[in-house]
């Protein structure tokens, strides 16, 4: 059924419900426009605060504005946050790589966990294929930028994303939604919550993303950037006594999808295969390869843009992803302090499979399988004075991956005779933390924070080939590495009025060392790499202003990454290699203002200004080429990142326009000549009206149809690779709510 018709079916079948119901109830009345701005709760300092009252640059979306920004995904509200980006090499779907203020995670072997932490209700998630889950059910979503070392440790160097779902609630509601899209988008959601008994809540949510893929495979036909997912999540609240309270979290996923095709790039000039082409003329597909058979970039996709792609995978382009996790937090209450336990599973197996030349000849196929586990406990002692705020705690994390490297995945003649390399990969990690935090008041506009924590781990890892064919011929590495670190926070608040908060801190992070985990060449290329470490300054201003009407905050920050991680590609050797490579130091500027104008006009805006730059001696093969690394910029670091959202309400509608605009910027760390994005500009709009229990909101996305690229690498001495970014998609989205 083709999105037009589809849409008109629901819409048909939405008017003779309303009309049903209009011979029911009493006229609505007209949907009331906000006075003031909406003040969103969070719990970045492990208690319940209003965010203008949190000294840490933290942007914070109440459910109700993901709605009505219309943001879909998790990945989407990068979008909205200043100096947040993202790369995605195997598409939004599978493995998306977030970015805060220029760090992020370079190597996409499931060995690896980020540096930007993904947490949701309080529980880390340590695979980065976690960042790609469906966003559904939510409370809110806190994105803290800089280092949160403090309070939820290992790995957020760089900052954190932290998802809250909806817990049950005293008394019954439901909402139900039906979503009707482009390429055939058809997305269900639901949830239902409510008392079971005195003591006992129930809520229980669901969500099922369904589409046929905005690519085409230029060699069979076949879609490629399909949905077929499926989230579920059920929580279940149990009062024993007015001071125990329980609350049990049961959730997963499934996800069986054809993934987002790599764009061929060849970098020779086809009148000349001696000479390369220029950049303009490689990204725009013009330019040819040394792989047999290949054609241009142009000519293997069957066009040129977001929907024509080219891959010759006999098993196909795929990503299979199904997870299981459940929780129970449980928490005492006493007079003067409160204990908190938080106790978790997570689980997660994974398939993927890739065309890493993207061309239709069968060359080089990739397939990665992941099966792991992690278990945390947390237990956390807080309270507060008069004067003071305190919490401490200790932490346990145990994580277990048992990984398979294979390439490629035919029995292909031209492909090496069948599977020509294959490894194996086991890696445990165990950690152990004791933390801590008081937040002083010192005088009546003066308060000072002081926090640390302090972490133990071991990591094991052991990588063969098995006996099995090998493109670097036998392997076996085994290695264990022990560290541990201190990570800490010092920071001093003045609050001059209660609409007003200056404050200055000096804060710290790290990120665990750890082994590669794929195209391990040698022991070098194996690691280990030792931890990296994180130290920033910052200085801010919070303030609400015409009379609740506006809001204002403003960072400014410096950072020095030591001992930074990274893999590079070695194109001559086919070598995935990793290392501490070097410092990198980062400094810039954020703001970010909401503004009521008038009754029935919203603004809503965000600026970043960053400047990176990377400390290195090392010098690498891209290419062909030898390139170093000293003075590069990060990649996926704009100079300046800017979004604007203008929203109108009349009577029972909201129109909204919003614009994003990201600068040019590197997407590898080699800075290398072929692997650069122009700047580029993201255009959405959406109607929606509302009217009692019903809301129906119809929405463009990449309103413009912008092309441009969220990740590019070179993979051979005379080509390259690039993911494109979706284009131009349109829905109608209908929701009712019980109440």
């Given at each position: ?45 492990k208690r319940s605060e209003s965010a203008q009252d949190v ?167 076949q879609d490629l950037g399909t949905t077929d997912t499926l ?106 302090f409160d204990i908190t336990s938080i106790t978790a599973l ?394």
């Amino acid at each position: 059924m083709s999105f037009i018709a589809a849409a008109s079916v629901a819409a048909a079948s939405y008017a003779s419900t309303t009309a049903a119901q209009d011979q029911q109830d009493p006229p609505q009345e007209p949907r009331k426009t906000p006075r003031a701005i909406e003040e969103v709760m969070v719990t970045a300092q492990k208690r319940s605060e209003s965010a203008q009252d949190v000294a840490i640059a933290i942007s914070a979306f109440s459910g109700e504005d993901l709605e009505n920004m219309g943001v879909e995904a998790g990945i989407e509200i990068t979008q909205r946050v200043p100096n947040m980006n993202y790369f995605a090499i195997f598409g939004e779907a599978s493995s998306p790589s977030m970015t805060l203020r220029g760090i992020g995670l370079s190597n996409f072997a499931d060995t690896w966990e980020a540096p930007v932490g993904l947490y949701v209700d309080e529980v880390y998630r340590g695979n980065p294929a976690g960042s790609g889950m469906q966003l559904f059910d939510v409370e809110r979503v806190e994105v803290l930028r800089g280092p949160q070392g403090t309070l939820f440790g290992r790995n957020t160097s760089a900052g954190l994303v932290h998802h809250i779902t909806n817990d049950p609630t005293e008394s019954f509601e439901a909402d139900a939604s039906v979503q009707l899209g482009s390429y055939n988008q058809r997305i269900f959601e639901g949830a239902v919550s409510g008392p079971l008994s005195d003591s006992v809540r129930g809520r229980f949510a669901v969500k099922k993303n369904d589409s046929d893929g905005w690519q085409t495979n230029g060699v069979d036909g076949q879609d490629l950037g399909t949905t077929d997912t499926l989230g579920y999540r059920g929580k279940l609240a149990i009062d024993f006594t007015d001071r125990v309270n329980l609350l049990l979290d049961v959730h997963g996923s499934e996800a069986d999808q054809q993934t987002v095709g790599f764009v061929h790039m060849g970098y020779l000039d086809p009148a000349d295969t001696t000479t390369f082409c220029s950049v303009s003329r490689i990204q725009n597909g013009e330019c040819i390869s040394s792989i047999d058979g290949a054609g241009t970039g142009r000519e293997e996709a069957g066009g040129w843009g977001p929907k024509h792609v080219s891959s010759g995978a006999a098993g196909g382009i795929k990503t299979e992803i199904e997870t299981f996790g459940a929780s129970a937090k449980l928490v005492i209450s006493a007079d003067n302090f409160d204990i908190t336990s938080i106790t978790a599973l997570e689980q997660m197996d994974k398939l993927l499979e890739d065309d890493f030349d993207a061309t239709a000849v069968v060359w080089f196929d990739e397939q990665y399988k992941a099966d792991t586990e992690q278990f945390s406990q947390e237990l956390r002692i807080s309270g507060a004075t008069d004067t003071m705020d305190w919490v401490s705690g200790l932490y346990y994390f145990k994580d277990d991956r048992d990984l398979i490297t294979q390439a490629p995945t035919t029995t292909d003649a031209d492909n090496f005779g069948g599977y020509w390399h294959n490894e194996y990969m086991d890696q445990d990690t165990e950690s152990y933390a004791i933390f801590g935090q008081i937040d002083k008041i010192l005088t009546q506009t003066l308060s000072l924070t002081i926090g640390g924590r302090y972490t133990w781990e071991e990591k094991s890892a052991e990588l063969s080939n098995r006996g099995e064919p090998s493109y670097y011929g036998d392997q076996y590495f085994n290695d264990t590495i022990n560290e541990e670190g201190f990570s800490g926070r010092l920071g001093l608040d003045y609050t001059p009025s209660d609409n007003t908060l200056y404050y200055v801190s000096l804060s710290s992070g790290l990120k665990s060392g750890g082994f590669n985990g794929s195209y391990v060449g040698s022991q070098g290329a194996f690691g280990p790499v030792e931890k990296e470490t994180m130290t920033s300054v910052e200085a801010g201003y919070k303030a609400t202003l015409a009379g609740g009407r506006a809001r204002l905050n403003l960072a400014a920050f410096a950072y020095e990454l030591e001992d930074f991680q990274a893999q590079l590609w070695d194109s001559s050797t086919g070598s995935a290699d990793i290392s501490n490579l070097g410092d990198v130091s980062g400094r810039g500027i954020e703001a970010e203002l909401t503004y009521l104008i008038t009754d029935n006009f919203e603004v809503i805006s965000s600026v970043g200004l960053l400047d990176t730059e990377i400390d290195s001696d090392l010098i690498t093969n891209v290419g062909g080429q030898e390139i170093a690394i000293d003075g590069n910029e990060m990649p996926s670091a704009p100079g300046i990142s800017a979004n604007l959202v203008a929203r109108y309400y009349l009577n029972n509608w909201t129109l909204q326009a919003d614009y994003t605009w990201v600068d040019d910027h590197e997407l590898q760390l080699e800075n290398d000549p072929w692997s650069k994005q122009d700047a580029y500009g993201i255009t959405n709009a959406q109607v929606s009206w509302s009217s009692g229990a019903w809301t129906v909101t119809g929405a463009v996305k990449n309103l413009l149809d912008e092309e441009y690229f969220t990740y590019q690498n070179t993979g051979g001495d005379d080509w390259g690779y690039a993911v494109w970014g979706a284009p131009q998609t349109a829905y109608v989205k209908f929701n009712y709510s019980f109440y």
